[in-house]
């Protein structure tokens, strides 16, 4: 029937919904272009420090300004219904690095094998308030993800207690498919800051943020603030341990998710870097479980 509906929809309404998009990349691109720069496990997580942005000693020096990530994962949990929903996620991620900023642009395959009330947002099933359709299993590209950060306070050092802070702007393009429950269908948009602090070997990292939600026809998502909190381990300059506490608030209905995330970051060289990670889901908000890798690359020095 949602089918039926989209193909009677006037053309100039199509055209319209395809200008706002563009305005909206448009809007994003100009604001981080225009940001000015100096001499610098799924998507709604911050990176583990130091992982995308230069030190500062190493400004002066020639480096890497491209970054290719990739990183399948795989969750299931029932958030607290009698059926089981399996999601595998598989995000490619593109990120020019610059001396103050970096801008990245992210888009996914996902496969959902859930009932019909349950979406993907932020890589991850949500249930909506709609009532629960028959199972089914459907697969295809997900939402596009703008994500740009300025990197305005450096961490001076274990000696201070000042953190580095780095703000963000994020643009989600509803490029999947909302009949099969890959995304909402709807553009959305947020902001927040990260943050990490070391002490030697030792450090502390997260972020806060807020989403506002588009609401698809017949729901009322709920905007979405959220905030993350980890520490970690640098055990020798190529094995970094951490583990991430990380809420949201639930779009729609039920408890807010809540996770609690474990990785291991293996720098295989300079350039190249391997993460495998797991998680548990907390709250009946969150799969019970799910586990990934994430495979980061930077390169070119132009």
């Known amino acids: 029937m949602a089918s039926d509906i989209a193909v009677l929809l006037p053309l100039h309404e199509e055209a319209r919904v395809r200008e706002r998009c563009a305005a909206l990349i448009v809007v994003m691109l100009s604001i981080v272009v225009a940001t000015?720069?100096?001499a610098q496990t799924r998507p709604s997580q911050p990176p583990t420090p130091s992982e995308d942005r230069p030190v500062v000693e190493a400004r002066t020096t020639e480096r890497e300004h491209f970054q290719i990530k990739v990183g399948p994962s795989y969750d299931e949990g029932d958030f607290g219904t009698s059926q089981k929903t399996r999601t595998f996620f598989?995000?490619?991620?593109l990120r020019y690095l610059g001396e103050q900023w970096d801008l990245g642009v992210t888009t996914s395959f996902v496969r959902l094998d859930a009932s019909g009330n349950v979406v993907i947002v932020d890589g991850q099933p949500q249930a909506t308030r709609g009532a629960g359709a028959a199972r089914e299993v459907n697969s295809g590209f997900g939402d596009m993800i703008l994500k740009g950060r300025y990197y305005l306070v450096d961490d001076p050092g274990p000696t201070s207690w000042v953190p580095s802070l780095a703000p963000f702007l994020k643009l989600k393009l509803p490029t999947a498919d909302e009949h099969k429950g890959l995304g909402t269908g709807e553009v959305d948009w947020g902001f927040g800051v990260e943050w990490d602090k070391s002490f030697g070997p030792f450090f502390v990292y997260g972020d806060v943020s807020y989403t506002f939600m588009g609401d698809p026809p017949?729901?009322?998502f709920h905007d979405r603030p959220g905030a993350s909190i980890g520490a970690g381990y640098r055990m020798t300059p190529a094995i970094t341990v951490s583990a991430l506490l990380d809420w949201r608030r639930a779009i729609a209905r039920g408890n807010d998710p809540?996770?609690?995330?474990?990785?291991v970051t293996f720098k295989v060289s300079r350039t190249v870097s391997v993460t495998p990670n797991v998680f548990v889901g907390l709250t009946n908000g969150s799969p019970d479980w799910g586990a990934g890798i994430e495979l980061s690359w930077k390169f070119g020095r132009w």
């Open 258 to 263: 809540l996770e609690l995330n474990g990785m």
């Open 218 to 220: 017949g729901q009322n």
């Open 90 to 93: 598989f995000p490619f991620t």
């Open 36 to 38: 000015p720069a100096r």
